[in-house]
Nanobody
């Protein structure tokens, strides 16, 4: 069974950057797609970004395209989310999730396909 632990959250000013890391233990994440999701106060959890099991293809939600980059380090069994040009709207708890085996490209954004979730890390963008 894979267990996930997120790190790297914190408080940053608008325009700043943060790097979130998702480390897996117990088993490799390499056989699954892995994604990042976020939940802002009073809102539903939403898709942010995902990477396929080989680390060769990535998907992004429209609000973060061009600002966020997801990547996989199979040797270290980690997935990283580099967040640049952060905005106040990016404030949320960010969750790493894996266990998905998507069939279609649109499946990478489907939360219900991800069976293993981390505890989340808080990202606050504020001046």
């Amino acid at each position: 069974q894979v267990q996930l632990a997120e790190s790297g959250g914190g408080v940053v000013q608008p325009g700043g950057s943060l790097r979130l890391s998702c480390a897996a233990s117990g088993r490799t994440m390499g056989t699954y797609a892995t994604g990042w999701f976020r939940q802002a106060p009073g809102k539903e959890r939403e898709f942010v970004a995902a990477v396929n099991r080989g680390g060769t293809d990535t998907w992004y939600a429209d609000p973060v395209k061009g600002r966020f980059t997801i990547s996989r380090d199979s040797a270290r069994n980690t997935v990283t989310l580099q967040m640049n040009s952060l905005k106040s709207d990016d404030t949320a708890v960010y969750y790493c999730a894996t266990g998905a085996r998507p069939t279609y490209m649109r499946d990478y954004a489907r939360q219900e396909l991800y069976t293993i979730w981390g505890q989340g890390t808080q990202v606050t963008v504020s001046s």
